[in-house]
């Protein structure tokens, strides 16, 4: 079973940046891609980044945070990084980072293990 513990979340201006972490209780050796998605009040849980695990780190935005967010790995360390720049007030959300052993891995249906979440406020 791989444990995901997600860590940055809090509270952050509109335009500011904010970096998340996700480290993971092993090695993950069963996974292929580490995503992140978020959900807000009363919305669907929604794709916001992936990248492959073990290739050079082909990397996948959704089109709402292309060109802000950058998604990165550290395997040494077992952790992704999202950094979340120029956030806005539609930013906010829990963010969750999540494992999926299929590659290229975009829609929350293929992920296998999520962590617990962390906050991410926008405030206007």
């Known amino acids: 079973q791989v444990q995901l513990v997600e860590s940055g979340g809090g509270l952050v201006q509109t335009g500011g940046s904010l970096r998340l972490a996700c480290t993971t209780s092993?090695?993950?050796?069963?996974?292929?891609?580490m995503g992140w998605f978020r959900q807000a009040p009363g919305k669907e849980r929604e794709f916001v980044a992936a990248?492959?695990?073990?290739?050079?780190?082909?990397?996948y935005y959704a089109d709402s945070v292309k060109g802000r967010f950058t998604i990165s790995k550290d395997n040494a360390k077992n952790t992704v990084y999202l950094q979340m720049n120029s956030v806005k007030p539609d930013d906010t959300a829990v963010y969750y980072c999540?494992?999926?052993?299929?590659?290229?891995?975009?829609?929350?249906?293929?992920?296998?293990?999520w962590g617990q979440g962390t906050q991410v406020t926008v405030s206007s």
């Open positions: 990248i492959n695990w073990w290739s050079a780190g082909s990397t």
């Open positions: 999540a494992g999926s052993g299929l590659t290229a891995a975009t829609m929350k249906g293929q992920y296998n293990y």
């Open positions: 092993r090695r993950t050796f069963t996974v292929a891609t």
